[in-house]
């Protein structure tokens, strides 16, 4: 039986812990619970125990849970993860605060155009490929400026930093120097552009390299809810 409270203490305990020793504020490490493939019932206990801010990977997915919780819920905070094609974009516009996968300007453009005017813009993250590897999304780091310089000439969109998936690793020390490149590239646009913020790094099994480099938010999946039966 797993306890979905358990598992968050756990998870603040141990950002609380990773962060005194590096000299990180706990306070600027936000917890994203990525809750694709769970059900309302296991997002109403996180959010039972303090958490607001969701990540999903599938529209379809998604847009029902959001649904369901628009009325009862309305301070839970949604964060589109997952790739999005152009024939979607529309609702992730529509129904989410966040999107944290722009790696093509022609995306932004689309949910730039599709956000409704009563609703504040859609914070946006771009997804960079920081281990370069082919089949990845994400755009390379020597575009991340030029992108960036494009979005925020986009008023319905507000560009707050950047996103990584980075290939498993499990050596710690290359985990690590991998993410200080990003974070590298993250402080650069931080002195060119407002609003920058957030860079969204680290997952279940990279927490502490995450921390370590410099991460904002953890995109927390499995260390919350359990292992996922993946059905989708
Ligand atoms: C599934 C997913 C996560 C969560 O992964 P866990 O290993 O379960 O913590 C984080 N980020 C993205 C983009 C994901 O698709």
Redesign the pocket.
């Known amino acids: 039986m797993i306890s979905i409270q358990y598992n968050l203490e756990k998870i603040i305990k141990k950002i609380y812990n990773i962060s005194l020793l590096h000299n990180r504020n706990p306070k600027e490490i936000k917890i ?1 619970a ?1 809750s ?1 493939n769970k059900s309302i019932n296991d997002i109403l206990e996180a959010k039972s125990f303090g958490q607001i801010r969701f ?1 999903e ?1 599938y529209v379809q997915e998604s847009i029902e849970k959001i649904k369901m919780l628009k009325i009862s819920h309305p301070n839970l905070e949604w964060h589109f ?2 790739p999005l094609q152009s024939n979607k974009s529309r609702l992730v516009a529509e129904n989410f605060s966040w999107c ?2 722009i790696d093509r300007i022609h995306i932004a453009q689309r949910l730039n155009k599709q956000r409704p005017i009563s609703l504040p813009p859609l914070n946006v993250l771009i997804q960079v490929n920081i281990s370069n590897e082919d089949k990845k999304s994400g755009i390379i780091i020597n575009d991340v400026f030029d992108m960036a310089k494009q979005i925020i000439s986009l008023p319905n969109l507000k560009l707050r930093g950047l ?1 990584a ?1 980075p290939k498993i690793e499990n050596d710690y020390n290359k985990q690590l120097n991998e993410y200080k490149r990003m974070v590298q590239i993250f402080k650069y646009l931080k002195l060119h552009f407002n609003h920058i913020d957030t860079i ?1 790094l680290g ?3 990279d927490i502490e390299a995450a921390i370590v480099a410099g991460s904002t938010m ?8 359990g ?2 039966n993946n059905l989708k």
Request: glycine share 12%.
């Open positions: 994203l990525v694709k990540g990977n993860i997952g944290q996968t996103m998936i969204s997952m279940s099994n953890l995109r927390i999946g499995t260390a919350i809810f292992i996922r």
